[in-house]
């Protein structure tokens, strides 16, 4: 795992709590109007279909839940910029405990409800400074909310790409936390001020080995849409398939992120 940067991005929490009610809002939203064939549908992630996808983002949820109730760590010894590097290791367990999830909750709509409503009480009960033990460590929980809505966005996208006409919209504030997470990420994994990479209108780091620019246009410069760069990140997209697909500016012989992504998996 990178080292954790001494300073990270301040993220405001009242606007992170309305991002991931909102998000999860449109959710459900959507996922109440899908019909039995719809929620059997095939996912991009694996094995699982329409129907585990959705119990997995109440399960994203869910996890500030099973956090609260276990004991408070006795001190912060993780910042948020830890937690993308350490989703991967925990990747067989959220497997298992999703197909659980699947079978005891048949009823999609009753059990998000469910995850809505206990999420409020959760958020109106805990300040944001009580520190939760997470996979990455212990961190508060507005920081831990901020990785609340890295996962709604990432898998509003992957429902929209699995079920054939959807369109779960995306709320700004979450797709903007996103965003800057990821791309923070990237700046932490590849540290450096010879690529400017740009996600308009959210983000822009510095990052990769070489010299460093001081004014005017920087000489190697990446550019993309959020959305192209969330999938890049999170190995939605390969680097090759976004430069074909024309989603991808990249100029400068350090321009190249191929070999850095993705970030999350």
Known sequence: ????????????????????????????????????????????????????????IGM??????????????????????????ATAASSPAIDEFTRRLTEEHPDLDAYL??????????LDTHPGTRLLETNAGALPLADYLVTRAVELVVHTDDLNAAVPGLA?????????CTTRLLADALAEKAPGGATEVRVPPYAV???????????????????????????LATGRLTWTEAVAAAKVSAS??????????????
């Open 1 to 56: 795992m990178p080292p954790a940067k001494k300073r990270t991005r301040a993220y405001d929490p009242a606007r992170t709590r309305a991002a991931v009610l909102a998000q999860f809002a449109n959710v459900r939203e959507a996922v109440a109007g899908l019909a039995p064939e719809q929620l059997a549908l095939p996912t991009r992630l694996g094995q699982w279909t329409v129907r585990e996808l959705v119990a997995h």
């Open 60 to 85: 994203a949820l869910t996890a500030i839940e099973r956090s609260l109730a276990r004991p408070e760590p006795p001190k912060r010894d993780a910042v948020l910029l830890d937690w993308p590097f």
């Open 113 to 122: 409800a469910g995850v809505a409503h206990r999420l409020v009480e959760q």
């Open 168 to 176: 779960v919209p995306l709320d700004r504030q979450a797709l903007a």
């Open 205 to 231: 780091v510095q990052c990769v080995e070489g010299p460093r620019h001081t004014r005017g246009t920087p000489p190697n410069v990446v550019e993309t849409d959020p959305l192209t760069w969330i999938r």
């Open 252 to 265: 400068g012989e350090r321009a190249d992120l191929g070999a850095l992504l993705p970030l999350l998996s």
